[in-house]
């Protein structure tokens, strides 16, 4: 078993009967999803997923899981989502599988946020993994440019044909090459104010607990800031 599958497994412990549950994007946040199907399936768990993507929605309806869309909840008890990168303060980046906004606003609306990941996506500040910006196509061009100025290094995300990489939601991702995210609270107020802009993959003051794979087996950390 490998280190995501450990951790997607381990999560799923902390699901109960009848929760409202918000099922992650991603492919360590996939073997959660299976494991949610295989205890529905074989153990007879009841609860409603709330999906944080298409190829999560997929994925959860072909496994038998009952869902609802977030607008037909009155609210999710917990979230499971994998992570790109995690800073000691609990502070996160996501949106590596271009998902972030449907995550970003599951989680919001959620009592508990887990997230699971492996060793490597836990780093003392964040930015070497390229935070990504959702923005409509209308004026992307433009926001690249004041990105560029600000010398973020901004990319848009391209599929592998070299076509642009659309969200679900038919908008872009500008990634930035940031390196290092000094003030994440500062960069986060920064990017909600630029006009186009959706939503960014910086999640601040979100998660409660952490689950990490490593070689040493499995560490759980709870967010001292919600307890
Ligand atoms: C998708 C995400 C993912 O949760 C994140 O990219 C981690 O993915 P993986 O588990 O495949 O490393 O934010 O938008």
Redesign the pocket.
């Known amino acids: 078993m490998n280190f995501?599958q450990m951790v997607g497994i381990e999560a799923t412990k902390y699901i109960q009967n009848d929760m409202i549950v918000g099922l992650?994007?991603?492919?360590?946040?996939?073997y959660m999803v299976e494991e949610v199907g295989r205890k529905i399936k074989e153990e007879g768990l009841k609860i409603t997923g709330v999906t944080?993507?298409k190829a999560t929605e997929a994925q959860a309806s072909a496994l038998g899981i009952p869902l609802r869309s977030i607008d037909e909840v009155s609210h999710v008890d917990l979230t499971i989502?994998?992570?790109?990168e995690i800073d000691k303060n609990f502070q996160g980046?996501?949106?590596?599988?271009?998902?972030?906004l449907f995550?970003k606003i599951v989680a919001t609306y959620s009592k508990e946020v887990i997230?699971?990941?492996?060793q490597s996506?836990m780093v003392n500040t964040l930015g070497a993994f390229p935070l990504?910006v959702e923005v409509i196509p209308y004026g992307s061009q433009q926001i690249f440019r004041i990105l560029e100025k600000r010398g973020y290094q901004p990319q848009f995300r391209l599929k592998t044909d070299g076509s642009f990489l659309y969200t679900d939601s038919q908008n872009l991702i500008i990634d930035l090459a940031m390196e290092t995210i000094a003030n994440p609270e500062q960069l986060a107020e920064e990017l909600t104010n630029m006009v186009g802009v959706v939503e960014h993959?910086l999640f601040l003051n979100m998660v409660h607990r952490v689950i990490i794979g490593s070689d040493s087996g499995l560490v759980t950390l709870e967010n001292p800031k919600f307890l």
């Open positions: 995501k992650g994007t991603g492919s360590t946040a996939y944080t993507s989502d994998g992570a790109d980046i996501k949106g590596g599988g271009a998902a972030l995550e997230w699971i990941v492996d996506k990504p993959g």
